[in-house]
């Protein structure tokens, strides 16, 4: 399974657009990239999937290059509500759809 | 539409106790399960996965053994609880290709 590596903290201000990058060179041709987002003592939301190019969706937009070695969550006009634990996975999700998780990055949301 | 559900929501046990934890899904018929485990301030760790009744991946040795006796139906035990099995237990379900969707979680203290 490919790892991934991604900040493991970022500030920002409430209204301003957030961009988390997330590495994954070892990312394998069945791999899909997929976003979660934790908020304390409770499991992880799932936020977004994508294979390549750009997806988008009423929450977030994920950014994916043409080699796939990383790819960018979008997170528009960020709220205080969006304190939380972001983390990147990249796996097969046919099969086993077993996914590994990293440490994630600790998104702070100031006023 | 899908839901899981799993309980207790917290759980103080002795050390040397037995455990039981049981995660169910509903709406879905043969869904992969998943058991993760989040120690205090760090990420996930994928303790155990299904793809299938009595089909049980382990993926860290430990002192937890997980059973799948239906379809839907999903659980994690131990014959005698440690003091490092403290931690927020998670159950994951998804469809053969899609993302994951997790249970409100089992906070468990071992004394």
């Known amino acids: 399974l490919a790892k991934t590596t991604q900040p493991i903290s970022m500030d920002s201000y409430e209204g301003q657009e957030v961009n988390i990058t997330c590495s994954h060179n070892?990312?394998?041709?069945?791999?899909?990239i997929t976003w979660y987002q934790q908020f304390p003592s409770q499991g992880p939301r799932f936020i977004i999937q994508?294979?390549?190019t750009k997806v988008t969706n009423e929450v977030a937009s994920l950014f994916i290059p043409a080699d796939r070695k990383s790819s960018t969550l979008s997170l528009p006009r960020v709220s205080l509500s969006d304190t939380a634990v972001y983390y990147c996975?990249?796996?097969?999700?046919?099969?086993?759809?077993?996914?590994?998780f990293g440490q994630g990055t600790t998104l702070q949301v100031k006023p | 539409s899908q839901t899981i559900h799993q309980w207790p929501a917290t759980l103080v046990q002795p050390v040397g106790s037995p455990l039981s934890l049981e995660c169910t899904v509903e709406?879905?018929?043969?869904?992969?399960l998943y058991w993760y485990r989040q120690a205090a301030g760090r990420g996930l760790q994928l303790l155990f996965y299904?793809?299938?009744?009595?089909?049980i991946s382990s993926e860290v040795p430990q002192n937890l053994s997980a059973s799948r006796p239906q379809d839907r139906q999903f659980i994690l035990s131990s014959k005698k609880l440690l003091l490092s099995d403290s931690g927020f237990y998670l159950c994951?379900?998804?469809?053969?290709?899609?993302?994951?969707?997790f249970g409100s979680g089992t906070r468990l203290t071992v004394v």
């Open positions: 994951a379900w998804s469809p053969v290709a899609g993302g994951y969707t």
């Open positions: 070892n990312i394998a041709t069945n791999d899909y």
């Open positions: 994508g294979y390549k």
């Open positions: 996975l990249v796996g097969d999700i046919g099969n086993t759809g077993k996914l590994i």
């Open positions: 709406g879905t018929s043969n869904p992969n």
């Open positions: 299904s793809v299938g009744i009595g089909q």
